[in-house]
């Protein structure tokens, strides 16, 4: 139980970040952790940094199979997910505030990182490429794209603690 609530946070935001919608970023967070769930041998023992990383890869992975389903289900919605947010109500306009908020402070961060940790964080997210296509297409080792990877996930996650968001 101490893991869940240590990291669903996180992969829930992680998701929402990439879908802009909280009712399908907690199904992706709720998949991830069964999979952590049924294998403990994976996490056991390993780095927190590792483990959000991991994590954030199976979010960012399983949210955009979530899209490509929808999209071939001819939705049309969401096919520019990272720029839309919530459709805003009177009941949700304080979370839509609160989550602009949260995605505006984690894209000060990003476009305030050296290049380095930008160019491995786009491409992994943005462009969807596993960490072996970035180290070909960067001309880097694939360890050097792993340690990128999770420098960057840990900046973001400083400035989302400092910014009273708790945990990313």
């Known amino acids: 139980m101490k893991f869940y609530d240590t990291h669903n946070d996180f992969v829930a935001r992680v998701a ?4 802009g ?11 991830a952790m069964w999979y952590a769930f049924c294998n403990p041998e994976k996490f056991r023992g ?6 959000r990383s991991y994590l954030a890869g199976m979010a960012r992975t399983r949210s955009l199979d979530m899209i490509r389903r929808a999209r071939r289900n001819g939705y049309t919605d969401i096919t ?15 979370q839509a505030v609160e989550m602009k908020d949260f ?22 997210i ?3 490429m596993t960490f072996k296509e970035i180290s070909v297409r960067l001309g880097i080792p694939i360890d ?25």
Do not use: F, H
């Open 16 to 19: 929402c970040c990439i879908l």
């Open 21 to 31: 919608n909280e009712r399908d970023a907690l199904d992706v967070a709720d998949q």
């Open 46 to 51: 390993a780095p927190i940094c590792a483990v």
């Open 80 to 94: 520019n997910v990272l720029d839309t947010l919530y459709d805003v109500s009177d009941e949700n306009v304080e």
């Open 103 to 124: 995605r505006d402070a984690v894209e000060r961060c990003v476009r305030s990182m050296p290049d380095i940790y930008r160019d491995t964080l786009a491409l992994r």
């Open 126 to 128: 943005a462009k969807g």
């Open 144 to 168: 050097t794209v792993k340690s990128r990877w999770r420098r960057g996930i840990v900046m973001i996650e400083r400035v989302v603690r400092s910014r009273g968001y708790g945990s990313l």
